[in-house]
């Protein structure tokens, strides 16, 4: 099993930064990947961004030259640094991780961003 606990979110002003963090534990060995995902009110969970054991990264495009996703081993955490935000990035972010060999599923219980004056 993995376990994830995410931190860092709050409230911002338009324009500004927060950085997220996902602390991992557990069977972290197994892990392939992780992401971050976002959700707001009313709509559908979405990817923000992914790094796989490799370093590989991807985004979403409502979020590419904005937000960076970056992971240190060492301290088994994977962390989004998201820069230039706007209202729409209002949402709960989920950190996830795939493991196993038949890529379980694991998420954190997720952290509040919110963007506004």
């Known amino acids: 099993q993995v376990q994830l606990v995410e931190s860092g979110g709050g409230l911002v002003q338009p324009g500004g930064s927060l950085r997220l963090s996902c602390a991992a534990s557990?069977?972290?060995?197994?892990?392939?990947?992780m992401a971050w995902y976002r959700q707001a009110p009313g709509k559908e969970r979405e990817l923000v961004a992914s790094?796989?054991?490799?370093?590989?990264?991807n985004y979403g495009d409502s979020v590419k030259g904005r937000f960076t996703i970056s992971r240190d081993n060492a301290k088994n955490k994977v962390y989004l640094q998201m820069n230039s935000l706007k209202p729409e990035d209002t949402a709960v972010y989920y950190c996830n991780a795939e493991y196993g060999l038949i890529r379980r599923q694991a998420w954190g219980q997720g952290t509040q961003v919110t963007v506004s004056l």
């Open positions: 790094i796989t054991s490799s370093d590989s990264t």
């Open positions: 557990g069977s972290i060995f197994s892990i392939k990947s």
